[in-house]
């Protein structure tokens, strides 16, 4: 991983205290909120067909090779339309840009790969199969078939598409767009919410899904959390890039740069079957295309994709089912290539490294009526590419953080000691008094 500065920085100069946790004008949690205090990527690996024609013709399981990193730069914008809030939170809009690193790409955005035709995919689930005869003459019509070849830019960022005559993209648009609104807690009544989302878009839950609990807004955006964080306790986080909230468990803790942070990962129960974890159930939405609610392993998006069939996994599948990967070959899941994790400095709840791991997909099946799907077998979720959005503390930002919070904690230990201290002399001394006391009382008596 390259080493990249935090997405946050740390109390600075002689300013350290309680208030500077506050998202409020003049605090240093307020300059983190505005602006990332370092650079975060976006890496993304493509998955190129290399059997196109023999799954058209004869009905053979994709093949596919990886390609990437290609690398963006993100988060560089800082938020806009701040507006504090009288009930302790304030609201804001999160700008979205990307702007491509070829020093840090395996090649130009121009590079081209062989990869499922989004159109026709999107086609086929949007469109009523008793009307799939014509969807089959407009493919014909455009000459439009099951693969396509593109760049790296027109897949990311958009291209005209002409079976559906319109725009289509990974991530189109996405430049002069924004995410939001949120409206987040800024912690000034009850520093254990700060950072904690209030609302997304103006609404305290999701409307995503048919269930109460499958809509629940819960925890920050994963850039920080509360502080004094307790290990065995899950964390919470929000993320519209999966349509839902999700949360992460402690692993073990870690050396970074000589601070001590808690390492926190994605469970494999957070994309498991009902039948593994039945908290699961209101994500299934497919029946047919999950095999009765059993595959594991990917989130059916589309009631917040327009209705697009995507899906949301890992990258490779991990955690996934076994036909995940029978359907598509090429495939090799591990956990230290793919895996989520965050890396939270624990007194301060503030998150010093991450690697956000997703990979996008979409589904097409069989067809009796469309030419170039009557030789598939199955319903196949079949992988588009898998982005790696990371960054981690630098060396000058560690020994900061460092010398401005570690410092200030062995100060705090020292007093703490030296107060117990005085504590136990006082006590002693008072002790001794009584005693002098009670004996001269005694003589007195005697006398």
């Known amino acids: 991983m390259e080493k990249f500065s935090p997405a946050v920085s740390i109390y600075k100069d002689n300013s350290a205290s309680p208030h500077e946790a506050v998202i409020e004008d003049g605090t240093t949690a307020y300059d983190n909120f505005v602006a990332t205090g370092g650079k975060v990527y976006r890496q993304f690996w493509f998955?190129?067909?290399?059997?196109?024609?023999?799954?058209?013709?004869?009905?053979?399981?994709p093949v596919v090779a990886e390609k990437g990193p290609y690398t963006y730069l993100t988060r560089y914008l800082p938020k806009e339309n701040i507006t504090f809030n009288a009930n302790h939170t304030v609201s804001f809009m999160l700008p979205y840009g990307a702007i491509f690193e070829p020093s840090m790409s395996v090649g130009p955005e121009g590079d081209q790969i062989t990869t499922l035709n989004l159109a026709l995919a999107g086609a086929y689930a949007?469109?009523?199969?008793?009307?799939?005869?014509?969807?089959?003459?407009?493919?014909k019509a455009t000459n439009s078939s099951l693969f396509q070849r593109r760049t790296i830019q027109e897949l990311l960022w958009g291209y005209k598409d002409t079976l559906l005559n319109d725009t289509m993209g990974l991530f189109s648009p996405y430049n002069d767009t924004f995410d939001g609104y949120y409206n987040v807690y800024t912690g000034k009544d009850d520093i254990s919410k700060v950072s904690t989302i209030d609302r997304w878009r103006g609404q305290r839950t999701l409307n995503f899904w048919d269930d109460k609990y499958c809509n629940m807004l819960n925890g920050t955006d994963a850039?920080?959390?509360?502080?004094?964080?307790?290990?065995?306790?899950?964390?919470?986080?929000?993320?519209?890039?999966?349509?839902?909230?999700?949360?992460?468990?402690?692993?073990?803790?870690?050396?970074?740069k000589g601070i001590d942070v808690y390492r926190y990962t994605l469970l494999p129960s957070t994309l498991a079957?009902?039948?593994?974890?039945?908290?699961?159930?209101?994500?299934?939405?497919?029946?047919?295309?999950?095999?009765?609610?059993?595959?594991?392993?990917?989130?059916?998006i589309s009631s917040c994709q327009s209705g697009r069939p995507i899906y949301i996994s890992l990258p490779h599948f991990l955690y996934g089912s076994q036909s995940l990967l029978e359907n598509v070959r090429g495939l090799n899941p591990t956990e230290e290539h793919h895996f989520t994790f965050m890396d939270v400095e624990p007194t301060t709840g503030f998150t010093l490294r991450f690697a956000k791991r997703i990979q996008v997909?979409?589904?097409?099946?069989?067809?009796?009526?469309?030419?170039?799907l009557k030789k598939v077998k199955d319903y196949t979720i079949f992988p588009l590419a898998w982005l790696n959005e990371?960054?981690?503390?630098?060396?000058?930002?560690?020994?900061?953080?460092?010398?401005?919070?570690?410092?200030?904690?062995?100060?705090?230990?020292?007093?703490?000691?030296?107060?117990?201290g005085s504590g136990v002399s006082i006590f002693l001394l008072c002790l001794i008094l009584y005693c002098v006391v009670r004996r001269r009382d005694n003589q007195g008596k005697h006398a």
Do not use: W
């Open 126 to 139: 949007l469109v009523p199969k008793y009307l799939h005869f014509i969807l089959e003459r407009r493919i």
């Open 47 to 61: 998955f190129d067909v290399t059997n196109a024609q023999e799954v058209l013709q004869n009905g053979a399981y």
């Open 273 to 300: 079957s009902p039948d593994k974890n039945p908290d699961n159930m209101c994500f299934c939405r497919d029946i047919v295309i999950t095999k009765n609610c059993t595959v594991a392993g990917v989130l059916d």
């Open 361 to 372: 997909n979409m589904m097409y099946g069989p067809s009796n009526v469309i030419t170039v």
């Open 390 to 420: 990371t960054a981690a503390l630098d060396d000058e930002t560690a020994e900061m953080f460092k010398k401005e919070l570690i410092s200030r904690i062995d100060m705090l230990d020292i007093i703490q000691k030296a107060l117990l």
């Open 223 to 256: 850039s920080s959390f509360h502080p004094f964080v307790d290990k065995n306790e899950p964390l919470y986080f929000f993320s519209s890039d999966i349509c839902r909230s999700v949360s992460a468990s402690y692993q073990e803790t870690m050396d970074l």
